[in-house]
């Protein structure tokens, strides 16, 4: 009998779904729609692992009122980054609030905009949102710099064309 763990997938493994969530509004939310929600959710789920990555992305090109943004893209490392940065995602998560974390997290991690956040404006067709989860192999993440960014540059691509910041 192995002692390896069993794992239902091999690793490095991509996991794809689609559908679409529902998100309970406070009083007076914030900025962001379901997708960025789902986003920021998972970068708190996610918390502390190496090698993941999650996207979750409208793809009729929006996710929610008064927002530029499809979804967002977030790693293992962003949530506790973010907290360095002073920002608190569990409040912005409350305040349905996602947009504005993404975007004070891009300005404080990167100096720039678009960069965790999916642009690509309307696209003409509605198939339902799509998430992709990403988990390198244990080697890969010990061995290398991860290939998540590559990962996300073949696979979004069909998803999703990163554009230039909208102007504030």
Not at 5 to 22: D, N, S
Request: net charge neutral; aromatic share 6%.
């Amino acid at each position: 009998m192995s002692s390896q763990p069993r794992r239902p997938l091999p690793l490095p493994a991509c996991i794809i779904g689609g559908g679409e969530t529902t998100v309970t509004l406070p009083g007076d939310p914030g900025v962001g729609g379901r997708n960025q929600a789902m986003a920021l959710s998972a970068a708190l789920q996610l918390r502390g692992l190496r090698g993941v990555a999650f996207l979750a992305g409208a793809t009729d090109g929006g996710d929610g009122p008064g927002n530029d943004a499809a979804g967002a893209v977030v790693t293992g490392g962003d949530a506790k980054a973010a907290e360095d940065a002073g920002l608190d995602a569990h409040t912005h998560l409350e305040r349905c609030d996602a947009y504005s974390f993404f975007e004070r997290y891009e300005e404080a991690k990167y100096q720039r905009c678009n960069v965790l956040h999916l642009r690509d404006g309307p696209t003409g067709t509605n198939v339902a949102d799509v998430t992709i989860l990403l988990v390198d192999s244990p080697s890969g993440v010990a061995g290398r710099r991860s290939g998540l960014g590559r990962w996300f540059a073949r696979l979004a691509g069909s998803v999703c064309a990163f554009g230039p910041c909208a102007a504030r």
